[in-house]
C-alpha cells in the first residue's frame, strides 16, 4: 500500500497544491489562460508525440482495443443519458451534459501523467488511442445532441464542419496523428530536436496537474446537484469495472494495456464538460460541482484501483 501511496501522492499532490496557490494568490481565472495554451498546445502533444513515434506501427492498429474501450465509455454513458431522460420527462441538453459528466473522464490532463507513473512507458499507446478516439466521439456527440435538443440553431452543414474542425485541428490529435506518422515511416527527429521534445514533454504532467488544481480553486462549489450520486458512481466505479469487464471480453490484451483503460475510465469528471456547458448554457453550475465532487472523491477510489492492481487483486483477464 504504501507503493501506491507513494505514486498517487505526488500526482494528487500537485493538484492540491495548485488548488492552494489559487486560494492564496486570488489571480483570476484568466491568469491561467498561457499555462492551458502551453499546457495543450505545446507540452502535451510533445508527449504524445515523443512516445508513439518510437512505438512499432502495428501496435497502433488494436482495432479491437479501441472498440472496448470507446464502448464502455458510451455504454456508461448511455445509462446515465436514458435515465436522465425519464426522470427529467425528455430534456435532451441537460441529459447530455449529465450524461458527459458520468461518462467524459480527465484523460487529457491527468490520464497520461498517472498512468506513465503507474505501468512506465508501455501505457503511452493506449493511453493515446483513448484519448485520440474517445475525443473524437466527444466532439461529435456533443453538438449533435444539442442540436436535436434544439438549444443548437445551426444548420446541418455548418454543425458538421464544426465538429470536423475540432477533430482535426485539436493539438494532441494533431500530435497523434503526427507521431502514428512518423512510427509508420521510422522517422526519429535530430537529437537536438529529440532532446527538446523531450524537455517540453517532462513539463506536461506536473503543469497540466497544477493547472487542474487551480481551475478547480477558482470555480467554487455552490450546490451539490441531486444527481451527484449517480454521476459519481457510474465515472468512479461503473465506468472502470465496464472497461475492465468488456476489454476482457473483446480480446486478449497485455496487462499494461487493460489496466492503463481501467485506470482512464475511473478517472473523474474532465473540466471540459464544464466548458461544455457554458457553451451551451445548460446545467453550468453544476457541471461545475460535478468536476469538483468527483476529482475529490477520485482520490480514494483511485488509490483504492492502483491498490488492487498493483496487489494483483484485480487480474488483467477475467476471461483467459
Not at 464544426?162 to 526519429?188: D, S
Amino acid at each position: 500500500m504504501s507503493d501506491v501511496i507513494g505514486l498517487v501522492l505526488p500526482f494528487f499532490g500537485l493538484i492540491f497544491m495548485g488548488f492552494l496557490v489559487a486560494r492564496i494568490t486570488r489571480q483570476p481565472i484568466e491568469a491561467l489562460g498561457w499555462m492551458n495554451t502551453f499546457v495543450i498546445y505545446v507540452a502535451l502533444p510533445a508527449l504524445f508525440f515523443q512516445l508513439l513515434a518510437k512505438t512499432p506501427f502495428e501496435r497502433l492498429t488494436e482495432w479491437s482495443f479501441i472498440f472496448g474501450a470507446v464502448f464502455s465509455t458510451y455504454l456508461v454513458f448511455s445509462m446515465m443519458f436514458v435515465g436522465s431522460i425519464v426522470l427529467s420527462g425528455g430534456r435532451i441538453a441537460e441529459s447530455t451534459i449529465k450524461s458527459l459528466a458520468a461518462a467524459y473522464g480527465n484523460i487529457g490532463y491527468m490520464g497520461p501523467g498517472l498512468a506513465l507513473l503507474a505501468f512506465g512507458e508501455e501505457a503511452a499507446v493506449p493511453v493515446a488511442l483513448i484519448f485520440c478516439f474517445e475525443n473524437i466521439m466527444h466532439f461529435a456527440i456533443a453538438p449533435m445532441m444539442m442540436a436535436l435538443s434544439g438549444d443548437d440553431k445551426s444548420t446541418p452543414l455548418a454543425l458538421a464542419l464544426g465538429v470536423v474542425r475540432k477533430i482535426v485541428l485539436h493539438p494532441f490529435i494533431i500530435a497523434t496523428a503526427v507521431g502514428v506518422t512518423g512510427a509508420y515511416f521510422e522517422v526519429r527527429p535530430p537529437v537536438p530536436i529529440e532532446r527538446f521534445l523531450e524537455y517540453l514533454a517532462r513539463a506536461a504532467a506536473p503543469c497540466a496537474l497544477f493547472a487542474m488544481g487551480v481551475t478547480l480553486a477558482l470555480r467554487p462549489l455552490k450546490r451539490v446537484p441531486t444527481e451527484m450520486a449517480p454521476i459519481a458512481a457510474l465515472k468512479l466505479v461503473i465506468h472502470p469495472l465496464v472497461a475492465w469487464v468488456v476489454l476482457s471480453w473483446v480480446g486478449n490484451f497485455s496487462p499494461e494495456w487493460v489496466f492503463s483503460a481501467v485506470l482512464l475510465a475511473a478517472l473523474p469528471t474532465a473540466t471540459n464538460v464544464f466548458v461544455i456547458a457554458q457553451q451551451y448554457n445548460v446545467w453550468v453550475q453544476r457541471a461545475s460541482a460535478s468536476v469538483l465532487i468527483t476529482t475529490l472523491l477520485s482520490v480514494g477510489t483511485v488509490t483504492g484501483l492502483l491498490y488492487l492492481i498493483k496487489s494483483g487483486a484485480l487480474p488483467p483477464d477475467l476471461f483467459p
